[in-house]
């Protein structure tokens, strides 16, 4: 899968609170979440896990390419079923599958990372994030906006509680179309902090989107 925007979102928004962190990226694809995460938490640890060989590879070129080499590990694994010698993350994140249709994509690959029937679904992202987070860790994601409720549902159920929603519209006419989650391992009783982000205005990106993003401009 390429470079997206859902992807560089994520990477720029995640937050654990925490400088010196222990990361874990599911399905880090080219491995740029796992770079951005890097980067923003310079005493930190990433994990970047892949499932697709091929694509694990480019992660580990681009990881190797990177100043940040010393600090990420790519592993190739599936995360649903996979005995990863890791525990007590301070923050997970993940761009997942979300396709549902019946339909694959002619490409195994891209069926992988975009389906949910023949790659990682919500139940078992979230039922292993609990898994291998520490007490209060972060679990955090970008979705579609009409799948929120689902996965909220499926996350409320294994333990986790939503403290940070942030809504993507493309433009400020349109409904959102992505939605970025934060949610907290354990019973939190805090209220829900529920903000929304434009990214284009006038034909250039919004201020705010900018703001953002801005660490990651050449």
Not at 9 to 24: F, H, R, S, V, Y
Not at 110 to 135: H, V
Not at 144 to 159: C, D, L, M, S, Y
């Amino acid at each position: 899968m390429k470079v997206g925007t859902d992807g560089v979102l994520l990477g720029a928004w995640a937050d654990c609170g925490l400088e010196t962190a222990k990361i874990l990226d599911v399905g880090t694809g080219s491995g740029l979440i796992a770079l951005m995460l890097a980067q923003r938490f310079a005493k930190s640890q990433v994990v970047a896990l892949e499932i697709d060989e091929q694509a694990t590879q480019q992660a580990q070129e681009n990881v190797d390419a990177s100043p940040f080499k010393d600090r990420v590990t790519i592993l190739q694994g599936d995360f649903a079923s996979a005995a990863l010698e890791i525990d007590d993350m301070d923050m997970i994140v993940s761009n997942p599958p979300y396709y549902d249709e019946d339909v694959l994509p002619p490409n195994d690959s891209r069926a992988i990372a975009r389906n949910t029937q023949s790659g990682l679904n919500f139940r078992n992202l979230i039922t292993k994030s609990y898994e291998l987070l520490r007490e209060a860790g972060n679990l955090c994601v970008i979705i579609p906006k009409v799948a929120q409720t689902r996965f909220h549902t499926i996350a409320n159920e294994a333990g986790f509680s939503l403290v940070h929603q942030l809504d993507i519209q493309t433009v400020e006419r349109k409904d959102p179309k992505r939605v970025l989650l934060k949610f907290i391992k354990g019973r939190t009783g805090v209220s829900v902090l529920r903000e929304t982000l434009v990214l284009m205005e006038n034909g250039h990106r919004s201020p705010a989107y900018s703001a953002l993003c801005q660490d990651f401009y050449l």
